[in-house]
T-cell receptor
Framework: QKEVEQDPGPLSVPEGAIVSLNCTYSNSAFQYFMWYRQYSRKGPELLMYTYSSGNKEDGRFTAQVDKSSKYISLFIRDSQPSDSATYLC??????????????FGKGTHLIIQP | DTGVSQDPRHKITKRGQNVTFRCDPISEHNRLYWYRQTLGQGPEFLTYFQNEAQLEKSRLLSDRFSAERPKGSFSTLEIQRTEQGDSAMYLCASHAPTGPDTGELFFGEGSRLTVL
């Protein structure tokens, strides 16, 4: 079993829909959780950063962390075609990436249909 | 452009050749990371520098791989005697743990390696 599991998709939804992306993990030491967006042939860019459990909202994006279930989610409201990309969850026991770097999921390929 | 810069963006080489990638991090970022990403996978950690010191290396980093960060500024990643399994995107990221530590790693556009 990999440390971080993420459904690779593709996930295809119509424009305007609410999108739910998820990751599960096995390492209870993970404390810092991130969501990155990656467009084709580009580097990942940080969308959301959360420490420990709880919710965090930023515009159309909401990140949730449930450490008791080892489950994290990213919700995208009012999805736009420009949201079409691969979404990567990442996590680490340490702030700033730490000495071992981030552990990433495989990424979910999201397609927003106009 | 003050982001993380990587060069070259794409390198095609024959098996057995050596290749070198360069990363220029964001100015004053003291932490620099190298990751490898293959098709359909998330990035995998390779190695990490704090200033000029290489503090951690993944078991993925075989003895054919070497990374340096002289003077704590730019970094190079060299792969010797390339194999077809080395074909991947090599990503560099930098981080500055100053002030409220957001933990954000800033990634470059990556250097894509194709080994024929």
């Amino acid at each position: 079993q990999k440390e971080v599991e993420q459904d690779p998709g593709p996930l295809s939804v119509p424009e305007g829909a609410i999108v739910s992306l998820n990751c599960t993990y096995s390492n209870s030491a993970f404390q810092y959780f991130m969501w990155y967006r990656q467009y084709s042939r580009k580097g990942p860019e940080l969308l959301m950063y959360t420490y420990s459990s709880g919710n965090k909202e930023d515009g159309r994006f909401t990140a949730q962390v449930d450490k008791s279930s080892k489950y994290i989610s990213l919700f995208i409201r009012d999805s736009q075609p420009s949201d079409s990309a691969t979404y990567l969850c990442a996590m680490t026991p340490y702030s700033g990436g730490g000495a071992d770097g981030l552990t990433f999921g495989k990424g979910t390929h999201l397609i927003i249909q106009p | 452009d003050t982001g993380v810069s990587q060069d070259p963006r794409h390198k095609i080489t024959k098996r057995g050749q050596n290749v070198t990638f360069r990363c220029d991090p964001i100015s004053e970022h003291n932490r620099l990371y190298w990751y490898r990403q293959t098709l359909g996978q998330g990035p995998e950690f390779l190695t990490y520098f704090q200033n000029e010191a290489q503090l951690e290396k993944s078991r993925l980093l075989s003895d054919r791989f070497s990374a340096e960060r002289p003077k704590g500024s730019f970094s190079t990643l060299e792969i010797q005697r390339t194999e077809q399994g080395d074909s991947a995107m090599y990503l560099c990221a930098s981080h500055a743990p100053t002030g409220p530590d957001t933990g954000e790693l800033f990634f470059g556009e990556g250097s894509r390696l194709t080994v024929l």
